[in-house]
């Protein structure tokens, strides 16, 4: 690592901190215009594609806890599942550790949807990461779950533990 003198450090994560507002506002942006394109509102879209998440990570979601990640009350969040469950992106069953808690399964149509949102990005990012070396690629890994562990603690009010 070189030594940088503290403006120029100062200036490096400044330059950081605002790249890291740009990409905060295009994930919004992505998931909005990505939402929209499925005519769903955005808290559905979000919800849809947090769930999907959680299966990936083998640790579904209880309604609760998808009302603490979405930041809305249970019973908007049982509105909203029950709109999610009608139109098919969602399932809901016992959960097998504890049958009366209840949980959120994706779909076979919900997982497309999550397929759709992420392989544009896949693709889009592929000649990008292509001309990275494996140091490289690891180190990004690394910084951006720091980022993300980072971020989820920088407003307490409002953290979550959804990563």
């Given at each position: ?58 640790s579904p ?49 919900g997982g ?52």
């Amino acid at each position: 690592m070189s030594e940088n003198t503290l403006p120029e450090r100062e200036e490096l994560t400044s330059a950081l901190l605002y790249e890291l507002h740009r990409f905060i506002f295009a994930s919004t942006d992505t998931i909005g215009r990505f939402t929209a394109s499925m005519n769903m509102n955005d808290k559905d879209g979000e919800a849809v594609l947090h769930i999907w998440r959680a299966e990936l990570t083998g640790s579904p979601l209880s309604p609760t806890e998808l009302a603490g990640i979405l930041h809305v009350s249970k019973p908007a969040v049982t509105y909203l599942t029950e709109r999610l469950l009608e139109a098919g992106y969602i399932t809901r069953q016992p959960d097998p550790a504890d049958r009366r808690r209840t949980v959120l399964r994706i779909s076979e149509l919900g997982g497309q949807v999550g397929h759709n949102f992420s392989a544009p990005m896949d693709h889009g990012l592929g000649p990008l990461f292509r001309d990275r070396s494996d140091e490289e690629l690891a180190t990004f890994t690394s910084m951006l779950h720091q980022l993300v562990d980072a971020l989820s603690t920088s407003h307490p009010e409002s953290a979550t533990d959804d990563h």
